[in-house]
């Protein structure tokens, strides 16, 4: 039998607050994976500001490209293709990472593989879970996020389900703002809801079809807080976990059974979360809905994902050329 020859991915990321390379090997394989964060430097803002991102993706890119080179002991002549996050994202952000992988395509004469970091996001679910193929159905729940996808086959989507209003991300990180908790919420809520019980009432937005609303049930915990102040901000977000997670849980199967699919895979920052992995997983059990989240490390932004994501534009013959630039606002796209 012919051996198939490997494909080595270098992945770059700097759409938000992490400037991220790895080297991944045939869309699965993690052969180095370099994330330098900026959220110490965001965390006394409350939030990230986008000038000052920009300015640290421009200060870090060159040297984590390197260590990601070093850590998987490959040259850059030896790499197939450099896969690119080009959107969605912070324009000044998105740009240093575009900027700085189509110089290098340029001048390694290697394929420059634009590459969507919602895709880059569900991919990470083929790198912790190698069984893992489509048909599917996605459910991205991140910072900027709330989309349920089918995933057809490696390059065909159709997003089903979406948020009217806020990303889950952002109900997270804005409730813990308010309770006092910090940036990033997520972890902080994550953490603070273990030690409460979920016995506050909190109202929860249901619509016809499979979209999300998070903003009343948002409002209703900023105003809780601030017409109590004795709350017990434990209780509170415990309430606020299971109100939204009740929601994307209804939502999945829902979707499910719309199309027929018995898989699930959680992709995005807030698929980290302790609870909402407990209750998808309840779901193996009570409605034979097999669930995959990626691990930790995978679950926020990195470049092994945009390596693995930008794999399969690679195979696809899906490249970009030195025109590429970044969009803010870019959506999930098909190939037909
Ligand atoms: O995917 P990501 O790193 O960036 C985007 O593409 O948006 O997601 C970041 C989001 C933030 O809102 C953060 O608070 C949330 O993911 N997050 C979590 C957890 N870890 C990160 N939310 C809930 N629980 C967590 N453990
Ligand atoms: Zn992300």
Redesign the pocket.
Known sequence: MKMMKDILILGIES??D?TAAAVVKNGREVLSNVISSQIEIHEKFGGVVPEIASRNHVEAISNVVKKALKDANVKLEEIDGIACTYGPGLVGALLVGVSYAKALSYASNKPLIGTN?IEG?IAANYITHKELKPPFLAFVI????THLVHIKNYKQFEIIGKTRDD?I??A??KVARVIGLGY????K??KLAKEGQANIQLPKTHFENLDFSFSGIKTAVINLNHKTPNINKADLSASFEKAVTDVLIDNSVKACEKLKLNTIALA???S???Y?RARFLELQETKNIKVYYPEPVL???NAAMIASAGYYNYINKITSNLELNAVPNLKITNID
């Not at 991140?142 to 996020?145: I, P, R, T, V």
């Open positions: 759409s938000c992490e970091h996001h991140s910072g900027g996020h990303a991300g952002e997270f990180d990033p919420g997520g972890p809520i994550d995005g920052g807030v980290a979360n302790s909402i679950c926020t932004d």
